[in-house]
């Protein structure tokens, strides 16, 4: 029997068991403070995506690699709410150069309606990431297939801001193998968020920090000494005024004997001269031995409606491509019969002397399947034309460029690119001549 100094010690021994009614308050607040965390976590996500998605596509050619953070900032979510909105603002923000542009090419639109078209595209990819959201490591998986229901017909229609692009950057030179590599890793990452919290780190540091001198940026493009593409600062073109059109041809013939050396090929910017059967008489007549041009103008069909083409003169005399993605609701609209013609089963290149020539025109440059088509047809080069006039700035046409140089660096193919400009504000490289301005 304990005696009784045992009974008085544990009488007066402070007693370790915790009240039921700390536990209960502790039980109370940690719920609450797991809830404010995982807020905050899903906020700094949120506005980390359209900060990057920015970036992208509007800052250097070596930030296209930050299109590969896209599935890593999903991943990095805690629920599929946040997973839509964080990939949403990330597709909207890496388009916002087309919201002030959109006015320019629309005489009647305004600002908002520009704005409404990068949220209507924004909203598109919020819903189908929200969808693909999944916990664990299944959502590795759904986040590649997420990226492929953008890269495939119909969704590629708004596929901007693909992951895809981003491949280039880190597998110059090894083709579809280094495709599927890129995928493959973006998979791995995004089943585990510490993989992708770290990988995204990593990612962020090298581009920003990094820069130019970071090692996926030491690389040679390919090039092509045969071709040459030719930028211009014409302006639009009114179709229905002969007097402007005729000159605007002047102005191109300009524009190639200012720029031309020794190639023998040269590229024209995206319906530089306007309606081919306007047009056409003034280059049937125009002569140069050896030397073959591209050009880039419409032809009206039999019916209604016209397809956006490259024709070819001179030594490419017969050569003809038709565009097969043109951009939505500008010129592509299934309810007008009057507007330009799609055909996405198209050929993406056209063959002269023994040579394969790519073809991506405009828009064509900014969504993946039209890009991985004329890749399939393994095209000796690549000819990339559009035509900006009706850009706010040069950040669209800077972001087809760096986009078309990333497909080009990872399968070694040479990208010529011709682009016509705005006639108003000064571009670097382009040529402003002749009465078209």
């Not at 997420?146 to 119909?154: G, K």
Request: aromatic share 10%; net charge neutral.
């Amino acid at each position: 029997m304990p005696n009784e100094q045992d009974k008085l010690s544990h009488a007066t021994s402070p007693s370790t068991e915790v009240p039921k009614s700390a536990r209960e308050n502790e039980k109370r607040r940690t719920p609450g403070a797991g809830r404010a965390m995982r807020l905050a976590w899903g906020g700094l996500v949120v506005i980390a995506a359209p900060i990057l998605g920015f970036a992208a596509l509007n800052t250097t050619p070596i930030a296209v690699a930050l299109l590969a953070a896209l599935p890593m900032l999903w991943a990095l979510t805690l629920n599929r709410w946040a997973a839509g909105m964080a990939a949403g603002l990330f597709v909207a923000a890496a388009g916002w150069s087309v919201a002030p542009a959109v006015p320019n090419h629309f005489d009647d639109a305004s600002l908002l309606m520009g704005i409404g078209a990068v949220a209507l595209v924004g909203g598109v990819h919020a819903i189908v990431w929200l969808l693909a959201w999944a916990p664990g490591v299944g959502r590795g998986f759904s986040g590649v297939a997420a990226i492929l229901v953008f890269a495939l017909p119909p969704l590629v229609w708004v596929g901007w801001a693909s992951p895809l692009n981003a491949a280039g950057v880190f597998l110059p030179g090894l083709g579809w193998f280094g495709l599927g590599v890129f995928l493959a890793g973006l998979l791995l990452v995004m089943m585990s968020r510490v993989v992708s919290a770290l990988a995204l780190t990593v990612l962020v540091m090298a581009v920003f920090w990094g820069g130019p001198e970071m090692p996926l940026a030491d690389r040679v493009d390919p090039s092509d000494r045969d071709w040459l593409g030719v930028d211009t600062q014409l302006g639009k073109l009114d179709f229905t005024n002969a007097r402007d059109v005729t000159q605007r041809q002047r102005d191109v013939f300009k524009s190639i004997d200012e720029n031309r050396r020794s190639e023998p090929y040269v590229l024209l910017p995206e319906t530089i001269v306007g309606e081919w059967k306007f047009a056409e008489p003034m280059w049937s007549a125009w002569e140069s031995p050896g030397f073959g041009a591209l050009v880039g103008t419409q032809i009206h069909r039999d019916t209604r409606g016209y397809h956006n083409s490259l024709v070819g003169v001179g030594r490419f005399a017969g050569l003809r491509y038709d565009q097969r993605f043109p951009i939505p609701w500008a010129m592509w609209n299934p309810l007008d019969p009057d507007a330009a013609r799609a055909d996405p089963s198209g050929p993406g290149a056209i063959q002269h002397e023994g040579q394969t020539i790519g073809v991506l025109i405009c828009y064509e440059q900014l969504v993946a399947f039209p890009i991985l088509t004329t890749l399939w047809e393994r095209p000796d080069v690549i000819v990339a034309p559009s035509n900006a006039w009706w850009a706010a700035n040069d950040a669209i046409p800077e972001m087809q460029r760096n986009i078309m140089q990333a497909w080009g660096r990872l399968f070694r193919v040479p990208v010529v690119t011709a682009i016509n400009f705005s006639d108003s504000g000064t571009v670097p490289n382009a040529q402003k001549v002749g009465g078209g301005t």
